[in-house]
Each structure stands twice: as structure tokens, then as C-alpha cells.
């Protein structure tokens, strides 16, 4: 998981199509196979990139469908108003009573 000042970016296997629940979601985008991106460190026009995750830390990338599936609770909690209970065991930064926002992972 890569961090700059535009959000998060999950580095994930090729192959799964954004979710639709996603599809509309402001700030997600599916990068198209053999695209250029910068990862960390880098610098770019609107800021340094940093590791949240480092690659050295795991075995391979994230698991597109599990972290898209998170996403579109976290956002589907987010549109309701609601808090953030039943994704707190799943989702060790969220606490119980807290709202919830992509930032908690």
C-alpha cells in the first residue's frame, strides 16, 4: 500500500474489473494493465510518495476482489451514515462508533 497526498493506492494481482460498486466512487480507479505509474519514494507535482505497506513486507500483492469488497463496505457505511461495527474485526484501524472513510485502512 502506497501513500501520497492524493490518497491511498493499493498495489494489487491483474485481471479483476473494478467492482460497480466502485464504479462511480470518487478517487477509485482500476489502473489498465501495462500502465506507468510512479510508486515510492518518488516525488511528483503534488507531492511525495511513501510506503504505508512495503513491497519487502509480503509475499505478493493484495488480493484485488478482498480490498475492492472493503472499499465498497466502506463506502456503502459512508453513504448511510452509519458507523463502523461489523467491518471493525475485519479492519483493525476502524473502531466501533467511529465513522467510517477510506483513510481507516
Do not use: Y
Not at 37 to 54: K, T
Amino acid at each position: 500500500m502506497a501513500l501520497s497526498p492524493r490518497g491511498a493506492w493499493f498495489l494489487v494481482e491483474a485481471g479483476t474489473p473494478l467492482h460497480h460498486e466502485l464504479d462511480e466512487a470518487a478517487g477509485v480507479e482500476l489502473v489498465p494493465p501495462d500502465t506507468l505509474v510512479a510508486l515510492p519514494p518518488s516525488r511528483a507535482i503534488w507531492g511525495a510518495l511513501s510506503w504505508r505497506i512495503p513491497p519487502d513486507d509480503l509475499d505478493s500483492l493484495g488480493d484485488s476482489g478482498k480490498i475492492q469488497t472493503t472499499l465498497a463496505e466502506l463506502l456503502a457505511v459512508r453513504r448511510e451514515g452509519s458507523t463502523c461495527r461489523g467491518l471493525a474485526a475485519r479492519t483493525p484501524r476502524a473502531r466501533a462508533g467511529s465513522r467510517c472513510c477510506p483513510a481507516v485502512l
